[in-house]
């Protein structure tokens, strides 16, 4: 299986799903950290991926979620995207919504 065919196996078998720098419990960048809190704060329970562990995950995913930076967090299959969006969808009380709708 190639790796296109893998993350797109990924993204369609996880309700919830990060990639990231790093892991829920180590994050490895302040972008990741913030993503991760916000997961965390909306009680989702999420897999996540950590790019740096994988080179060609790194290389590939924004290939094929057409989004350039990490994290990126998909629900549903579907790209909701990075920290900033994430952030403003928690501070906005709409991302506990679609997180559990996702959950359901």
């Known amino acids: ?7 797109k196996d990924q993204i369609a078998d996880n309700d919830i799903l990060i990639y990231m720098k ?3 419990y180590e994050p490895k960048c302040g972008f990741s950290a913030r993503t991760v809190q916000a ?3 909306c009680e989702a329970k999420f897999s996540y991926v950590d790019i740096l562990e ?3 995950v790194r290389a590939t995913l924004p290939t094929v979620s057409d989004w350039p930076t990490f ?3 998909f629900v549903s ?3 909701i995207g990075g920290a900033d969006i994430v952030t403003q969808m928690h501070e906005a009380g709409e991302l506990k919504k679609v997180l559990e709708e996702a959950s359901k």
């Open 1 to 7: 299986m190639d790796i296109e065919q893998k993350l």
């Open 22 to 24: 790093g892991t829920p």
């Open 39 to 41: 997961l965390v704060e």
């Open 54 to 56: 994988n080179n060609e």
């Open 71 to 73: 994290p990126q967090v």
């Open 77 to 79: 299959g579907e790209l």
